[in-house]
C-alpha cells in the first residue's frame, strides 16, 4: 500500500542556522513547484512573533538566490505559524497539538541540537503526537557506537522503523544517486566490479574553507565523526555494495547495511590524522587541540567481491581544492605488450566520478598516438556531466520525507555498523599532524597509499592524466 503524504510539517528549531540556510529555501523551492500543500509550524525557544519569524524566511529566500515568483513565496509565508517554547516543557507541545488543528499525519523535523533529540522525541511519544506521524532527524546519529544505539532505542519507542527518516543531505545530491543508477542500469561494469580488475579506490572530499567559526563545533567531533563516518561511507555502500533484488529502498537499505558490516573495524595504523595550521586559534578551541580537521584512512571489505582491495577515504579542511571525487583505479593488463602502458608511466585506467562541485563520470583509457610507433596516451572520455535543473538536495530530501519514500535515507542497521567501524579509533589514535593551509594535507597521510599509486588530487581544470 503506497505512503500517505504528511498533512502538516513541523519544524524544530525554526530560528536556528541550518532552517536559516536550508530549509526556508527547500520550503520556497517545493512552494515553486506546487508540491508544498501543507501548513508550516516553525518550534523554537525565542519568544518571536509570527511577523518577525516571516522576516526571517524572506532574509532566507533574498540571500540564497532572490525571490522569484511571488506568488510560490506569498503562498510559502501563508502556510507559516509560530510555537514558542521550552522543549521540556509538555505546554509547548499541547501548543503545538493545538497549532495542528485537523493534522493527523504530521512529520517533524528536528533541525536542533543532537543532544535534544532524545528529549523532544520523548515528548512528542508522550503528547500522543506520533500515532502516524514521521520524525526527521538532521545528522549526527550519535557521536558513537553506543550514543548511535541509544538515540535509535529511544526513536523506536515513540516511531516505527519506517517513520524514522536520517536525514543526510549528501545522499539528496544528483552526483551521489548517479553513482546507484551508473552501476546497476549499465552491464558492463558487472564483470569488472570486483577484485579480479580493481586495484583500488579512492574518495576525496576537499575543502578550502576552515572550520569558519565553528570551532566548539568541532572540538566535539572532528572530521572522522563530521564526514568521513557518514558522507563517505556512505558513497563507499553505493560502489561496493551487491546487486539489490529490486529498486525498493528496503532492498537498496539491505545492501548497504552488509557492506558497513563487512568492514573491518579500524585500527590506529590505518588512519592518518591532521590539523591545519592556526586551528589552535580559531575562536571556541582548546590551545592545545588535538581534534583532526583532516583525516586519511585505508580500509578493507573482507566480502567475496572485495577481498583484499584497499579502500582510501580522505577528507579535510582548508585543502588545495574544494571537491569531491572518487577514483577507481583498474588493475593494468596482465602482459605488458607496449612498453608505455600503465602502471609504468602512470595510472592503469580508471573511472573517475566527480561529485561536487559540478558532477560528471569519466572513464581514462589509453589511445595509440599518430605514428608508426606504438605508443600512447591516457586519455579521459566523458560519460556525463551535470545536467540543468537538479533539485537541491535538501528539496529532494524533504519532499522524499513527507512522501513516506525512505529511499534516500540511512537505516538503523547501517548506521550503527558504520559506527561499529570508526568506534575503534575515536579515542585510541595517532596524534593530529599539522599541515599548511592550501596544502592536500599532512604529508605521512601519504604513506597509507604509496603501495597503490598515491593520491589523486582533485582538479577543477578538466584534463586527463
Not at 595550521?277 to 585505508?298: H, I, M, Q, W
Request: aromatic residues 10%; charged residues 25%; hydrophobic residues 45%.
Amino acid at each position: 500500500m503506497a505512503a500517505s503524504n504528511s498533512d502538516a510539517l513541523v519544524v524544530f528549531g525554526v530560528t536556528g542556522d541550518l532552517a536559516h540556510k536550508m530549509i526556508f529555501p527547500a520550503l520556497y523551492a517545493m512552494a515553486k513547484r506546487g508540491t508544498l500543500k501543507v501548513p508550516v509550524i516553525g518550534v523554537a525557544f525565542p519568544k518571536w512573533s509570527l511577523a518577525r519569524l516571516r522576516k526571517r524566511v524572506t532574509d532566507s529566500i533574498k540571500r540564497s538566490g532572490g525571490i522569484d515568483n511571488q506568488r510560490a513565496f506569498h503562498h510559502l509565508l501563508s502556510q507559516f505559524q509560530y510555537v514558542s517554547g521550552d522543549y521540556n516543557d509538555p505546554g509547548t507541545f499541547t501548543a503545538i497539538k493545538e497549532a495542528l488543528g485537523s493534522a493527523r499525519r504530521p512529520a517533524y523535523y528536528l533541525a536542533i541540537p543532537p543532544a535534544l533529540f532524545e528529549t523532544v522525541i520523548k515528548w512528542i511519544g508522550a503528547a500522543n503526537l506520533a500515532e502516524h506521524a514521521r520524525v526527521i532527524v538532521e545528522k549526527p546519529f550519535g557521536r558513537d557506537l553506543a550514543s548511535a544505539r541509544a538515540l535509535n532505542r529511544a526513536a523506536q519507542k515513540v516511531f516505527p522503523q519506517d517513520s524514522i527518516f536520517r536525514i543526510d543531505h549528501f545522499l539528496g545530491k544528483e552526483a551521489i544517486m548517479n553513482i546507484l543508477y551508473f552501476r546497476f542500469a549499465n552491464s558492463f561494469l558487472e564483470p569488472i566490479w570486483n577484485r579480479n580488475y580493481v586495484a583500488s579506490v579512492q574518495v576525496t572530499l576537499s575543502e578550502e574553507i576552515g572550520v569558519q567559526g565553528r570551532g566548539a563545533f568541532y572540538e566535539t567531533a572532528g572530521c572522522l565523526r563530521d564526514v568521513i563516518q557518514n558522507h563517505l561511507f556512505q558513497v563507499l555502500a553505493l560502489l561496493a555494495m551487491e546487486p539489490p533484488a529490486d529498486r525498493d529502498f528496503g532492498a537498496v537499505h539491505a545492501e548497504k547495511a552488509k557492506v558497513f558490516q563487512a568492514m573491518r573495524p579500524l585500527k590506529p595504523d590505518d588512519l592518518v590524522r591532521g590539523q591545519y595550521a592556526g586551528y589552535r586559534k580559531e575562536p571556541d578551541v582548546a590551545k592545545n587541540s588535538d581534534v583532526e580537521t583532516f583525516c586519511a584512512l585505508r580500509l578493507f571489505i573482507d566480502s567475496w567481491r572485495w577481498e583484499g582491495v584497499p579502500w582510501y577515504l580522505r577528507a579535510g579542511k582548508s585543502l588545495a581544492e574544494t571537491a569531491t571525487e572518487v577514483l577507481v583505479e583498474l588493475k593494468p593488463p596482465p602482459q605488458r605488450l607496449f612498453a608505455d602502458s600503465a602502471p609504468a608511466t602512470g595510472r592503469a585506467n580508471y573511472l573517475r566520478f566527480r561529485l561536487s562541485p559540478s558532477s560528471a563520470i569519466a572513464l581514462a583509457a589509453r589511445v595509440k598516438l599518430a605514428g608508426k610507433e606504438f605508443v600512447g596516451d591516457q586519455r579521459e572520455l566523458y560519460l556525463f556531466e551535470e545536467q540543468p535543473g537538479e533539485e537541491p538536495p535538501y528539496e529532494r530530501l524533504l519532499t522524499d520525507a513527507m512522501a513516506g519514500d525512505g529511499a534516500l535515507f540511512t537505516r538503523e542497521d547501517a548506521v550503527e555498523a558504520a559506527w561499529a567501524v570508526v568506534d575503534p579509533v575515536l579515542k585510541t589514535h595517532h596524534r593530529a599532524r599539522p599541515y599548511k593551509r592550501g596544502s592536500w594535507g599532512p604529508k605521512e597521510a601519504d604513506a597509507i597509499i604509496a603501495s597503490d599509486g598515491g593520491w589523486h588530487n582533485p582538479s577543477l581544470k578538466e584534463t586527463s592524466e
